[in-house]
Structures are given as C-alpha cells and as structure tokens.
C-alpha cells in the first residue's frame, strides 16, 4: 500500500471526489466530476493519482450531458490501493472528516480543498466546506496549529481575515495547479 496514494485520494476526497464500493463486488471506486472546463484540472489530479500509484491505474472517463452549453467531464478510478482511503474516510459506510484525515492529507489537502471550495470575498478568504461544524474545528485548528489564523462559521466552513488570507494562499500558491490559480483572486458577483 502507498501512503502517499492514500494521502493524494483522501486530498480529492475532501472537495469534489468522492469514494464508493460499487459493482457487483463492491469494490471502491474514485469519482471525480467537474464541469468540462475544469478539465485541466481533473487532468491534474490524475496525473498526481498516477504518479503515487504502485503499478497501472485503471481510469474511466465519459462526459454527463446537462441542459446548458457545457457538459460534465467523471473521471472513474479503480484500485485496490483505495480500500485504506474508503475504511479512513467512510468507517461506516458514512462519509466523514477527522483530524487523522486532515493531518494525512496535509496543506495538498488544504490547497484540494481551497481549489474546490475556495475563495476571495473582497480581501477575505472563505473555504466553504459543507462539513459538520465539528469538521470544520478539525480544519481551522490544523491550519491555526501551522500559524494561520482561521475562525470557523458555523454551518458554512472556515474563514480567513485578511492578513491570514494572504498567508494562507503564500503557502499553498506553490502546490496549487495554474489552472486552479484564478481561485486566489476576488471573483466577480454572479448573476
């Protein structure tokens, strides 16, 4: 088993990707699916997934048609190596986040992470997770515990003044794809 696997698939887990036992003999699967424009990035974290794996990966790709101009790109990983991320991340059948999951994943967790649910809100930083209050203090003392201040908002995820905004993004700039960079500037309203 490759920790280093583990710790790239639990750091896609806590964003977008999500982990499943699937088929007929209910083996885990890695699911990643973004929209066609994020393709880069997807690209990306296969790239990292391939480049930690002992041995061949099997991937699947296909695209998820939606009303709209853009389509939806899945990406499907299959591994027996994804059995130690499955039993840390679901113990139950049940997803969720412990300061094990977050230590393991480190600050390549925390940029996955920034990359999914990040962003600037005027010259505030906000990475909102969707996690249970409890995960949320799990994060927020991690980061704090490697001096960046960070308060948790209840409900919503973790949030950064400004001062910690830009400490926060200095130190995950440099493990952050190009691709996924325009997430540390102020995005524009949306209508």
């Not at 048609?65 to 499907?76: A, E, H, Q, S």
């Not at 969707?130 to 960046?148: C, K, M, P, V």
Request: overall charge positive.
């Amino acid at each position: 088993m490759s920790a280093q696997f583990v710790a790239r698939v639990l750091s896609s887990c806590l964003g977008v990707g999500t982990l499943g036992l699937r088929g007929q003999k209910q083996r885990p699967w890695l699911e990643i699916i973004r929209l066609e424009t994020e393709k880069p990035y997807i690209n990306y974290q296969l790239k990292l997934l391939r480049a930690c794996h002992p041995g061949k990966l099997d991937c699947h790709w296909d695209t998820i048609p939606l009303p709209g101009f853009y389509d939806k790109v899945r990406l499907r990983v299959r591994s027996d190596e994804l059995y130690r991320a499955y039993e840390l991340m679901y113990p139950r059948d049940r997803k969720v986040i412990t300061p094990q999951i977050i230590s393991i994943t480190g600050m390549e967790g925390v940029s996955a992470l920034w990359s999914d649910r990040g962003r600037v809100v005027g010259r505030l930083g906000k990475i909102i997770t969707r996690w249970s209050d409890d995960e949320n203090a799990y994060l927020a003392d991690w980061i704090t515990s490697h001096g960046i201040d960070c308060q948790v908002t209840k409900g919503q995820g973790v949030r950064f003044n400004r001062e910690a905004t830009k400490q926060i993004i200095d130190a995950i700039r440099p493990i952050t794809p190009r691709c996924m960079r325009f997430k540390f500037v102020k995005q524009p309203p949306r209508l």
